[in-house]
């Protein structure tokens, strides 16, 4: 066992099995301490590396992450401080690994229900290579002003309470770390702060104990008394009283065994602690505090005159000119984290990202304030969602039915246009779902299936200006403008499309008004005088008929018309309805398992 400090202000760790609140716990410690490097050299996350983002003060760090112990320390030889945040499980083989490192001294364990055997082994190793073990079961411990680990302490708001960012002149032991937390705050009251606090751990063999650590206390200079809290069940209290009797301790001691209730209780109880069970009479709380007393320490009559114990024994050794009360010091502000100084209200911080569509902060998804339960309750179909994300408003019924027809119409159109050609090519390569999808997908526009758009653009214009179609045709010829959604190369006056036919036949059926159809029929009436196959194409029909889906159904405005229509809503319909194709093409040509039979561009004309 050391005979010294455990840590300085230099003291530097490695933090096995990543947990970031410890650490950052750890790092703001540092900062309020005035540390110039960071206590947390390295962290140790088996299976993974590179970097994890964490804060020391207003700066944002990068510390190493390592896969594996060896490795670790080897990168980081000067930290000796091994931090271990392991499950039960594995907790004693990572320590042992870590007590076998020849740059790590200290170990502290953290996990409750390290097995026994495995405990004493380590113990075993440590005593005889002279390192430390601090737990299993442990919070671990602090120097004031120097280093903690882990989570030892609490809160800054508690660190400062308790005046632990500068040292004392009191050495604290205790077998429970949450009744540490009680004691700093106790000491900080009433002397000046402790200058080390060590919790040992609750379970039946701690890898050191509350006499390696008082003896160790005794030796530094700046420790001028130690307070000593133990509990019920086990014998460690007992070698205190032997150093006790044997005079190795020099300094006044304070010191309170807990669980003297327990004799209240007709049978054994087992107070949270794994050791906290008196197995007899000597294991009791009251026979170890008399042997305590018996030995020369200051022993209280109740937990409750602990604090006064503590008071009274410092202001002795103050008077007696043994101490000089460290002067106050005020410590820096620790930056608080963004999230929760937005949460208390401290401050605002503009946002990346507008969304208008949806929210998911709640106990639900909402898509345009409407949630997914009642979407699902009301028995919405696709056209209502889309009407819902596309245009933040329920449409009427026949509104989002028309949506679902020109889906389904438009899904697919064969596998020898451009976009199913380029998936399945895509797809007979060997690439996956999405690249095959996008390649199809790239290729829509002004030629295939992205005339939507521009033809509501262009009938509108020529539909509001009052143009003849007449005048709206030989104005788009004289602009050398091919008419958007007139034309098909397969469809003629005697064969018409009939995915237009069923659009036009629901519209007229449903809709309040077809005015921009109807306009829309009137230009190929015209255009068919000119050529037979210059016919109202699906592209045309479904952009006159959203123009009159927009404007019939009242609940758009003039501006919003054509914002709609600028934007290019209505080509979405067709990405979204022929993205059902492109997937089923995919999925066609990953079940055939043909080759790519050949390269698309060995068909070329090569001309000089």
Not at 34 to 57: D, H
Not at 131 to 143: E, F, L, N, S
């Amino acid at each position: 066992m050391a005979t010294g400090q455990l840590f300085s202000r230099t003291t530097q760790a490695l933090f096995y099995n990543y947990k970031q609140l410890p650490i950052q716990r750890m790092l703001d410690f540092d900062f309020l301490c005035g540390r110039e490097t960071p206590s947390v050299a390295g962290i140790i996350n088996p299976g993974s590396e590179g970097f994890q983002k964490l804060f020391f003060g207003q700066e944002e760090i990068a510390i190493p992450v390592h896969s594996a112990i060896e490795a670790a320390c080897a990168a980081h030889p000067t930290a000796d401080v091994f931090i271990n945040f392991a499950s039960f499980r594995s907790a004693a083989a990572s320590s042992m690994a870590a007590l076998k490192q020849p740059t790590i001294r200290v170990v502290a364990i953290i996990a409750e229900g390290v097995p026994e055997s495995d405990t004493k082994q380590l113990i075993a190793y440590a005593r005889a290579n002279n390192k430390v073990v601090i737990g299993p079961a442990t919070v671990g411990g602090i120097q004031a002003g120097a280093f903690k680990i882990g989570d030892t302490a609490g809160t800054i708001d508690n660190i400062i309470q308790c005046k632990l960012y500068r040292p004392g002149s009191v050495g604290f032991v205790s077998k429970s770390g949450g009744m540490s937390n009680e004691l700093y705050n106790t000491i900080a009251r009433v002397t000046d702060g402790i200058y080390e606090g060590i919790a040992i751990g609750g379970d039946v063999f701690p890898g050191s104990t509350l006499s390696d650590h008082v003896l160790r206390f005794n030796n530094i200079p700046q420790v001028k008394m130690m307070v000593v809290l133990g509990e019920l069940g086990g014998r460690d209290e007992y070698s205190l009283v032997e150093a006790l009797k044997q005079g190795k301790v020099s300094k006044p001691v304070v010191a309170w065994v807990s669980g003297t209730c327990a004799r209240l209780f007709k049978s054994e109880v087992q107070f949270g602690h794994a050791g906290a069970k008196s197995g007899g009479e000597l294991e009791s709380a009251q026979a170890k505090n008399q042997a305590l007393k018996d030995a020369g320490a200051v022993v209280p009559t109740s937990f409750e005159a602990f604090e006064a114990a503590i008071k009274e024994t410092f202001d002795k050794l103050v008077e007696e000119g043994k101490v000089t009360p460290v002067k106050e010091i005020t410590p820096p502000p620790i930056p608080e984290d963004l999230s929760s100084a937005i949460k208390s209200g401290k401050v605002r911080a503009p946002t990346h990202i507008i969304s208008t569509i949806s929210d998911d902060r709640g106990e639900e998804p909402c898509y345009a304030g409407v949630p997914m339960s009642s979407i699902i309750e009301k028995g919405f179909g696709v056209g209502d969602v889309i009407s819902l994300l596309w245009f933040k408003r329920s449409l009427p019924r026949y509104c989002t039915q028309f949506i679902e027809i020109c889906i389904m119409l438009c899904a697919d159109h064969g596998p020898c246009v451009s976009g199913a050609h380029n998936t399945i090519v895509t797809a007979r390569a060997g690439k996956d779902l999405v690249s095959s999808l996008v390649s199809g997908l790239l290729t829509i526009g002004p030629r295939f299936g992205g005339a939507i758009d521009d033809a509501a653009r262009y009938f509108k214009d020529a539909h509001d200006r009052g143009l003849t179609p007449y005048e709206f045709v030989e104005s788009m010829k004289k602009k050398g403008i091919r008419v958007p959604g007139i034309g098909h190369r397969i469809k003629n006056r005697d064969n018409k499309d009939k995915r237009v036919e069923l659009l036009q036949k629901f519209a007229r059926t449903h809709f309040p008004s077809v005015k921009y159809m109807e306009y829309a029929v009137q230009v190929e009436t015209y255009t068919l005088t000119k050529a037979n196959n210059l016919v109202l194409n699906v592209d045309g029909a479904i952009g006159s008929l959203f123009l009159d889906l927009l404007a019939g159904s009242g609940m758009f405005s003039k501006q919003e018309i054509d914002e709609i229509v600028e934007i290019g809503y209505l080509n979405g319909l067709f990405v979204l309805a022929r993205s059902i194709g492109l997937i089923g093409h995919t999925f066609d040509q990953k079940r055939l398992k043909q080759p790519l039979y050949r390269h698309p561009w060995e068909d070329v004309l090569y001309t000089k």
